[in-house]
């Protein structure tokens, strides 16, 4: 039984994201599929960027602060969302606060219904290109998955579940994430949805 | 004459790079074998990555200056250099100045040695974790590439080229590079690594 117990564990992929980030977007969109191909577990880890930021001493996205690199960031969007055949608009917005659907996802993330969920919060971020921290913008998204909506909003702003958020992301700082998305596979940390690939190769082999 | 060519110049890649940047070194290391796979021709483009990162605001490299980001590198490079079949050694000068072997790869950016010139290079700063910008340790490669080496080394040294480096160096500025490896097909832009074989894709689809 310990060896059973082993080999569960090792073939788990943490997956830490942000609603606000668009790179967390491609790997939102992909990694259930990807993470089925290669016979690997999701541990769904949403967490708060800014507070990760503002401890780098970052006021802001480094692709708000960092002209170039954002002027470059929108046009690479655009080709990776081609490549994956993913819907792409530009968001009026950036980065956009995501703190509601976050908490929701915090409370869902064992639930079978995670993932959905945090597919349709980003196409309403980076498709639609709509308020993702609005209460009656989560309602229709909550009831399509059919669930009770009211109860689940009741839930996510209770003041215990905002303690997790805040909990997580202090976890996120104290592993050393500096960005998202950032998988983890035991102690291998991956950065970015460039790696998803190589992390869940590295996942599957273990 | 004129569709041939356009046929020339749209299969073409430029590839601006570092010796001192450590994904300049996959990119190095990968390029004409995956360049000639595609049937594209390489613009060889070296520049100094100082003189950018000081424009931007950061008075050395983002993985010096941001140490969790500085951490996680390393760790990639290791994973990275493993994928590709590469050697890797951590350099224990990070980054290492490298006008030196900039210049002469300047010199010889047409010539059909400037692919294997780069590579020793690259070689000598992470795989022999040596000093890249002294003049004793460029000779025996230039020797092995059957070049007159001092007449070589005077030429890199020669007010004109020190002039051509900082030249290219501000046109990648106005470019719009702050990073490297960066290349550019026509007028798109590809940032880093990762972005090579999409690059190569675009490139060979034009």
Chains 1, 2 share one sequence.
Not at 159 to 173: C, I, M, N, P
Request: contains cysteine; aromatic residues 12%; hydrophobic residues 45%.
């Amino acid at each position: 039984m310990i060896a059973r117990t082993e080999i569960v564990h090792s073939t788990e992929i943490e997956f830490w994201f942000e609603f606000a980030s668009n790179y967390s977007y491609l790997s939102v969109m992909r990694i259930e599929a990807e993470a089925k191909r290669h016979g690997v577990r999701i541990v769904w880890r949403p967490f708060l960027l800014g507070p990760i930021f503002r401890a780098l001493g970052m006021e802001n996205s480094p692709f708000v602060l960092q002209k170039e690199k954002g002027a470059y960031v929108w046009q690479d969007m655009m080709r990776q969302c081609r490549k994956y055949g993913l819907g792409w608009v530009q968001p009026t917005t950036f980065p956009r606060i995501g703190v509601l659907p976050l908490r929701i996802a915090l409370l869902g993330a064992d639930q079978p219904w995670i993932g959905a969920f945090c597919r349709r919060v980003m196409e309403l971020n980076f498709v639609q290109d709509k308020d993702i921290n609005l209460p009656n913008h989560m309602t229709p998204i909550l009831e399509e998955l059919g669930l009770p909506a009211a109860d689940v909003l009741a839930k996510a702003q209770a003041d215990s579940t905002k303690a997790s958020l805040r909990g997580q992301t202090e976890e996120a700082r104290t592993k050393g994430i500096f960005g998202a998305p950032t998988f983890f596979v035991g102690p291998e940390m991956f950065w970015g949805n460039d790696r998803l690939d190589d992390a869940l190769v590295y996942a599957s082999s273990q």
